[in-house]
């Protein structure tokens, strides 16, 4: 599916946005090999790729986590519409096949 519109992210995970940040302008030798996420992350660097090639802006915004913060509370909001939705919505359902150590 091609991206059709503009895509504001509200995120309370710094983490999160520094990890998908360090793959901006990475060149074709970039690896996820080390990366516990990879699965994860190249879906969502898949993403970003094809809404900037159909010319869409995405805005990634830290908010602060904090209950009563407005985009915080926004987020949640969001989160809860996101979770009711079908199953032909859904990302991320299935188990991986990666190995995870304990």
């Known amino acids: 599916m091609s991206p059709k519109s ?3 992210y509200l995120c309370d995970s710094e983490t999160g ?3 998908v940040a360090s793959w901006i302008g990475r060149g074709p030798k ?3 090999t080390k990366d516990d996420n990879a699965d994860i992350l190249w879906v969502i660097i898949e993403h970003l790729r094809k809404r900037t090639e159909g010319g869409m802006r995405t805005f990634l915004v830290k908010i602060k986590a904090h ?5 915080n509370e ?3 909001t969001q ?3 996101a979770s009711q939705l079908s199953d032909d919505h859904l990302q991320w359902i299935q188990r991986t096949d990666r190995l995870i150590y304990e």
């Open 6 to 8: 503009d895509l504001l």
């Open 17 to 19: 946005l520094n990890k």
């Open 30 to 32: 970039a690896s996820l």
């Open 67 to 71: 209950r009563g913060e407005p985009l």
């Open 74 to 76: 926004q987020a949640d």
């Open 79 to 81: 989160a809860g519409e």
